[in-house]
Nanobody, 125 residues
Framework: QVQLVESGGGLVQAGGSLRLSCLAS????????MGWFRQTPGLEREFVAA????????YYRDSVKGRFTISRDNAKNTVYLQMNSLKPEDTAVYYC??????????????????WGQGTQVTVSS
C-alpha cells in the first residue's frame, strides 16, 4: 500500500512560482511512476505531468510545458512539481498519484493506483 501526502499549495499572483511536494510512504516508491493531476470545480480531473521510475522520462500537458518541471528524489520518497510563470488558469486542486511498482509511464489517470488528498493552488490575476 502506498500513501501520498501533498504540500506546497497556496495563493500566488500571476507570474509567480510554487513548488508542490508529494511525500510517499511504502517501499516501492523508487520503482513507481509518479504523476500530477489537477481539477477545477465542475471540470474533469486532467493530467499535468508525470515522471518514470527508471530512466528519467517526463511527460507534460502542452499548456504547462516550459513552465512546470516534475522531478523526484527517491532517497526522500518525494516527487516535486516546480511551477513557474503561473497563470490564473492554473488554479485548481493538484493531486499526486502513483502507479504500481514496475508499471510503465502513462498520462491516463485511470492507470494510477494511488492518490493523495490534493492541495489547492490559487493564482490571482
Amino acid at each position: 500500500q502506498v500513501q501520498l501526502v501533498e504540500s506546497g499549495g497556496g495563493l500566488v499572483q500571476a507570474g509567480g512560482s510554487l513548488r508542490l511536494s508529494c511525500l510517499a510512504s511504502g517501499r516501492t516508491f523508487s520503482r513507481s511512476a509518479m504523476g500530477w493531476f489537477r481539477q477545477t470545480p465542475g471540470l474533469e480531473r486532467e493530467f499535468v505531468a508525470a515522471i518514470s521510475w527508471s530512466v528519467p522520462i517526463t511527460y507534460y500537458r502542452d499548456s504547462v510545458k516550459g513552465r512546470f518541471t516534475i522531478s523526484r528524489d527517491n532517497a526522500k520518497n518525494t516527487v516535486y512539481l516546480q511551477m513557474n510563470s503561473l497563470k490564473p488558469e492554473d488554479t485548481a486542486v493538484y493531486y499526486c498519484a502513483a502507479k504500481s511498482a514496475g508499471m510503465g509511464l502513462t498520462t491516463t489517470q485511470s492507470t494510477y493506483n494511488y492518490w493523495g488528498q490534493g492541495t489547492q493552488v490559487t493564482v490571482s490575476s
